[in-house]
């Protein structure tokens, strides 16, 4: 019998998906969000791990398969994140926070919020 094939375009695209995170993954070494080193060694769940960013989010008309759109972050940065555009310091196009009701990511932001070490 034969195997079906997949249907989903995730599961057509991931070829092409897979193509454009090794590109990343060789070109780029430090996470464009944070500044400081990936260890493209790390499993995928881990907070350090190295997974692509969209500059521009998908769902806020960031261009799914143009490498310009893609930046290599750390697993958690990109996650605080989330679907904002990076810092005002990076490539990504201003927008209007107090239009959109979202303040701009920003890792200062992150550390204060959210501290490493318990102590207060």
């Known amino acids: 019998m034969a195997t079906p094939k997949p249907t989903s375009a995730r599961a057509l695209n ?11 993954f060789t070109e780029e070494h430090t996470c ?5 080193a990936v260890d493209t060694t790390l499993p995928a769940l881990d907070p ?3 997974e692509l960013d969209h500059i521009t ?7 799914t398969w143009d490498r310009s759109n893609y930046a290599l972050s ?9 679907n904002r555009y990076a810092a ?4 990504a196009p201003q927008q ?4 959109v009701g979202l303040v701009p990511y920003s890792p ?4 204060v919020m959210f501290p490493t070490s318990r102590e207060w």
């Open 88 to 91: 005002p310091t990076s490539t």
């Open 48 to 50: 350090g791990a190295p």
């Open 57 to 63: 989010p998908v769902s806020r008309g960031g261009d």
């Open 74 to 82: 750390h697993r958690l940065c990109n996650q605080r994140k989330g």
């Open 14 to 24: 991931r070829p092409r998906w897979e193509r454009m995170r090794t590109r990343v």
């Open 32 to 36: 464009h969000l944070c500044g400081q």
């Open 108 to 111: 200062e932001w992150n550390r």
């Open 96 to 99: 209007p926070a107090a239009a």
